[in-house]
C-alpha cells in the first residue's frame, strides 16, 4: 500500500490561492479544500488528486489500522511536510471514493452503505470504492460493513427471479452489468468467493465490456486474464445449460410427453419441436442468459391450457434451479461456499 506523507510547496502556493491569494503560477495545478472535509481545526490533511481533506486524525486511527500505526510513531508530524501548519498525506486514490471512505470513517453520511436509512439506493460502485478502500487501509470494521451491503445480491442461494434485469432493479443499490467486473475483483480482494458465480454469469451477458472493460473514476475496470478465459467457457457452458433447460420442460419419452400435461399433447410436441429448432447454429447469443424464464419464447406457448402451463413453469423452475447449482462449475469456481449438490456432480 502506498500511503506518502509528503508533499510540496507548490501545493502549498496554490491551496492559498484558494483562500483568494493570487497563485504564483496559473500552470500550477490547483489544490481545492474539500467542500465536506475541512476542518481548520483538524491535525492531518489528506491531499488526493486535487483535493485537500483536513480532519482530525483520531477517528481515521480509531478505524484504520494504517493510520494507527503511522500516527502511533514518535513526533510523525516533524517528518512530514506541512501545510498551514498542518501535516499532510498524500495518498494516490481518487479524490471522489476518498471522499466516500471519510463519510463512513467520519459518520457524517453512512448512506453508501446504507445506514441512514435514506429511501434513495446508493451505487453499487460507490459502496465497493468503500470496500476496496476501507480494505485497502485496514479499516476491517468498514470494508465488511460495505461489503454486507452487497453479499445478499451476489447470492449463493437460488434466487428465483423472472429475470436477470429485474433481478438487477429491485436490488437495494443501483447496478448495472457493467458492475459485474467489479464484483469479481472485489470477492477477489476480500476472499467473498461465494460471489463469483452470480458475478461472472453476470459479466457473461456483456458484449464488449467483457474484454475491454470500461473506465471509472479514473481506473479502467477489467477482468483478468484468467478470469475472461472463465468467462469465455462459462459462455458456452450456459449456452448448452439454456438448450438443456427448455429440453428438461418439453422433453419426449418415446414420443409420450409428461403426464401433467398430457391433455394438451399436440402443443407440446409442437413446442418440443420448435424449442428443438431453437439452438441451431447462429442462435447462441440469445441462450446464454439461461437462468431467465424462457417458456413465454417458445411461440405457441399461450396454445396450453392453464393448468398445463403452469405445470410447464414448474418445471422450467426446477430445471432452471439445475442450472444455478451448477453456475460454480461453469466458472471453474470452488463450490465449497455454495450450499447445493453441486460439487458432487
Ligand atoms: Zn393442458
Request: charged share 25%; hydrophobic share 40%.
Amino acid at each position: 500500500m502506498e500511503v506518502i506523507a509528503g508533499g510540496s510547496s507548490m501545493r502549498a502556493d496554490v491551496l492559498s490561492d484558494t483562500t483568494n491569494q493570487p497563485a504564483t503560477s496559473v500552470n500550477r495545478p490547483r489544490l481545492k479544500r474539500s467542500i465536506e472535509f475541512w476542518d481548520p481545526s483538524g491535525t492531518v490533511m489528506l491531499i488526493s488528486g486535487s483535493v485537500a481533506f483536513r480532519i482530525h486524525q483520531e477517528p481515521l486511527g480509531c478505524h484504520s489500522l494504517i493510520f494507527r500505526k503511522l500516527f502511533s510513531i514518535p513526533r510523525w508530524q516533524d517528518v512530514a511536510d506541512q501545510l498551514d501548519d498542518c501535516p499532510i498525506i498524500r495518498l494516490p486514490d481518487n479524490p471522489f471514493e476518498l471522499n466516500l471512505l471519510l463519510r463512513a470513517v467520519l459518520n457524517t453520511d453512512r448512506s453508501v452503505i446504507g445506514n441512514t436509512g435514506s429511501h434513495a439506493r446508493p451505487k453499487f460502485s460507490d459502496v465497493a470504492a468503500v470496500v476496496r478502500l476501507g480494505y485497502k487501509y485496514e479499516m476491517d470494521d468498514i470494508w465488511n460493513d460495505a461489503l454486507d451491503k452487497v453479499t445478499p445480491f451476489f447470492t449463493a442461494t437460488f434466487p428465483n427471479w423472472d429475470s436477470l434485469e429485474h433481478y438487477m432493479a429491485r436490488a437495494p443499490f443501483e447496478i448495472g452489468l457493467r458492475d459485474a467486473i467489479v464484483a469479481v475483483s472485489l470477492a477477489h480482494l476480500t476472499g467473498a468467493i461465494t460471489m463469483l458465480p452470480l458475478a461472472f454469469y453476470m459479466c457473461c451477458q456483456l458484449e464488449g465490456d467483457l474484454l475491454k472493460g470500461f473506465a471509472r473514476n479514473g481506473r479502467r475496470e477489467r477482468l483478468c486474464l484468467d478470469d475472461q478465459i472463465k468467462c469465455a467457457s462459462g459462455k458456452e457452458l450456459l449456452e448448452r445449460g439454456a438448450a438443456l433447460v427448455l429440453f428438461r420442460v418439453f422433453r419426449v419419452y418415446q414420443g409420450k410427453v409428461r403426464p401433467q400435461v398430457s391433455c394438451c399433447k399436440r402443443a407440446h410436441l409442437e413446442a418440443f419441436r420448435r424449442c428443438l429448432s431453437r439452438f441451431k447454429d447462429g442462435i447462441k447469443d440469445e441462450v446464454k442468459n439461461a437462468l431467465d424464464s424462457q417458456l413465454d419464447r417458445i411461440d405457441n406457448i399461450q396454445k396450453f391450457c392453464p393448468n398445463c402451463l403452469a405445470a410447464l413453469r414448474e418445471r422450467e423452475l426446477e430445471a432452471r434451479r439445475e442450472v444455478w447449482e451448477e453456475l460454480p462449475l461453469y466458472f471453474g469456481v470452488g463450490t465449497q461456499c455454495w450450499p447445493t449438490d453441486a460439487g458432487d456432480i
